[in-house]
Nanobody, 126 residues
């Protein structure tokens, strides 16, 4: 069993920045690709960004490319997402997820991920 805990959400004005973090626990070594998804009210959960365990390669949704940066520290079992130039449409609950299947590729599909955090609310005011 792996637990994921997100932190860093809150309220920010449009154009501002925020950094989310996600800490994993439950095993001595947590080797898996990690990702961020988000879900706005009344909408489905959508992929935001992912990062590989092996080589740190990354994948981003088009809507956040150039504004969001995902990073990780394997030794700390932690992943971050720096968000810049935030827009009101970025308002959502942001979820951290991990894929423990040692996949060589990064996935944008919801069901590729094995464990999820409870989410952290990000609200961007206009």
């Amino acid at each position: 069993q792996v637990q994921l805990v997100e932190s860093g959400g809150g309220l920010v004005q449009a154009g501002g920045s925020m950094t989310l973090s996600c800490s994993a626990s439950g095993r001595a070594v947590i080797a898996g690709n990690m990702a961020w998804f988000r879900q706005a009210p009344g909408k489905e959960r959508k992929f935001v960004a992912a990062i590989s365990w092996n080589d740190g390669s990354t994948l981003y949704a088009d809507s956040v490319k150039g504004r969001f940066t995902i990073s990780r520290d394997n030794a700390k079992n932690t992943v971050w997402m720096q968000m810049h130039n935030l827009k009101p449409e970025d308002t959502a609950v942001y979820y951290c997820a991990i894929d423990l299947k040692y996949a060589p590729s990064l996935f944008i599909e919801f069901d590729a991920y094995d464990y999820w955090g409870l989410g952290t609310q990000v609200t961007v005011s206009s």
